[in-house]
């Protein structure tokens, strides 16, 4: 037995034995046989795959918020390509790149440096459309951190589009997020902007 299947219960009280189930009736309805050697064991792989590529909901983005530091200089801190992989919630097909992130402190309250990366896949790590991704990540910052300004620039490729449907391979969606002095201030914004297209 699987370390998932000791895992009797899910979310939503769903049982491991019923969730396995659901991914070998996928297997049959598609024509394949779950029972041939190289298939039976892939219910168990994928809903373990699923739960981890989904881990992000059970992580709360506060704590990982809640370390601060203290500096000398309000001056812009910007974070840029930090990688991220997510799931489309339309196909649950993945979605992937990098997100960039600017905050401008307020009275010196920084933040370590892997707490931005932990944000992004505190929220990445669940169904998601690029928009919201980008949105919660930079509300969460707002929030948490309470600095004068935040900047959330996602840069993503979208396995839907590239894999099935309209099958375009070299788009990216850029989406972005605004708060404060970046929203405020169009030489802010700017200076961002500049400096992540390096
Ligand atoms: N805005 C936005 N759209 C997304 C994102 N991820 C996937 N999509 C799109 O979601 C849409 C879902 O459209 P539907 O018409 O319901 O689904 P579909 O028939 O599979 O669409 P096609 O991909 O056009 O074949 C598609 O246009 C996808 O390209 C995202 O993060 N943001
Ligand atoms: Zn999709």
């Not at 009280?13 to 892939?42: C, F, H, M």
């Not at 168990?44 to 500096?71: H, K, Q, V, W």
């Not at 339309?90 to 309250?109: M, Q, V």
């Amino acid at each position: 037995m699987s370390p998932f299947f000791k895992k009797a219960i899910g979310a939503n009280n769903i049982s491991a034995e019923k969730a396995t189930e659901a991914v070998r009736t996928l297997l049959l309805y598609i024509g394949e046989n779950p029972n041939r050697e190289g298939l039976v064991d892939t219910p168990d792989r994928f809903c373990r795959a699923l739960l981890e590529m989904t881990e992000g909901y059970s992580t709360n983005p506060e704590e990982i918020l809640s370390t601060t530091f203290e500096s000398e200089s309000d001056e812009m801190v910007l974070v840029k390509n930090i990688e991220f992989n997510s799931l489309c919630e339309h196909h649950l097909l993945s979605f992937a790149g990098k997100a960039h992130i600017a905050y401008i402190p307020t009275d010196g309250k920084i933040v370590g440096l892997s707490k931005l990366a932990r944000i992004v896949d505190v929220f990445s790590q669940r169904l998601q459309v690029q928009e919201r991704l980008t949105q919660q990540v930079a509300n969460a910052i707002n929030k948490y951190l309470r600095p004068q300004g935040v900047a959330v620039v996602f840069e993503g490729v979208h396995s839907c589009m590239c894999v099935r449907g309209v099958r375009k391979q070299n788009s990216t969606m850029i989406t972005s997020a605004m708060h404060g002095q970046f929203r405020d201030s169009l030489a802010s914004r700017n200076e961002f902007m500049s400096l992540i297209s390096k």
